[in-house]
């Protein structure tokens, strides 16, 4: 079995500010890990993904994400925020060699970025 | 442009009525998956096929049938449309391990 966990529905930044979007994962296996971002009215855009290489991962827009084992999480993040980085962001866990019935989304973070 | 098709954008159904939402993709994907996305729930896999004759049940699937007798196609029927079935539907090809690649959706309102 596996969840995923997005702890925050709603992070406002401002302009020009560090990200942190946090995501905490469950799974009886060792996972594949997803970070998408979709804008309003669009559908879903892959950012990175975690499958078991390296622990950092760099994703598109500048983001990237640390896969940390031990505490079970996978917290996107980007070093200064950009109007256009308001969207909502979501995190999806996968066992490695899955089915597509295995995908489990979390339940999403809407990322407000103020002027 | 490579990528996955959805069509119509937008359909407004009368309760009862049956209805076929689209899906192409042109990047000769095995794997192709609906999902709806209702506020506060993420998505919800509602089919999903892993390639040309074969689909499967998701998590929500009452009330959808799907085929795929084409790799580049997998259309997805309401039978009978219900309130309930108002939502935003999204169809996505790809990998589950690499990454998916998603359509820009069809927003449907059951009325």
């Known amino acids: 079995a596996q969840s995923v966990t997005q702890l925050d529905s709603h992070v406002s930044v401002s302009e020009g500010t560090p990200v942190l979007l946090r995501c905490n994962y469950s799974s009886s296996y060792s996972p594949s890990l997803f970070w998408y971002v979709q804008h309003p009215n669009k559908g879903l855009q892959l950012l990175l993904k975690?499958?078991?290489?390296?622990?950092l991962v760099k994703g598109i827009n500048g983001f990237e994400a640390e896969f940390k084992k031990s505490e079970t999480s996978f917290h996107l993040t980007k070093p200064s925020a950009h109007m256009s980085d308001a969207a909502e962001y979501f995190c999806v866990v996968t066992p490695p060699r899955s089915s597509a019935r295995q995908l489990t989304f979390g339940s999403g973070t809407q990322l407000t970025v103020l002027p | 442009n490579a990528g996955v098709t959805q069509t119509p954008k937008f359909q407004v159904l009368k309760t009862g009525q049956s209805m076929t939402l689209q899906c192409a993709q042109d990047m000769n994907h095995e794997y192709m998956s609906w999902y709806r996305q209702d506020p506060g729930m993420g998505l919800r896999l509602i089919h999903y096929s892993v390639g040309a004759g074969i689909t499967d049940q998701g998590e929500v699937p009452n009330g959808y049938n799907v085929s795929r007798s084409t790799t580049e196609d997998f259309p997805l029927r309401l039978l009978s449309a219900a309130p309930s079935q108002t939502s935003v539907y999204f169809c996505a090809s790809g990998r589950p391990t690499l990454g998916y690649t998603f359509g820009s959706g069809t927003r449907l309102t059951v009325v």
């Open positions: 975690y499958t078991s290489a390296a622990t």
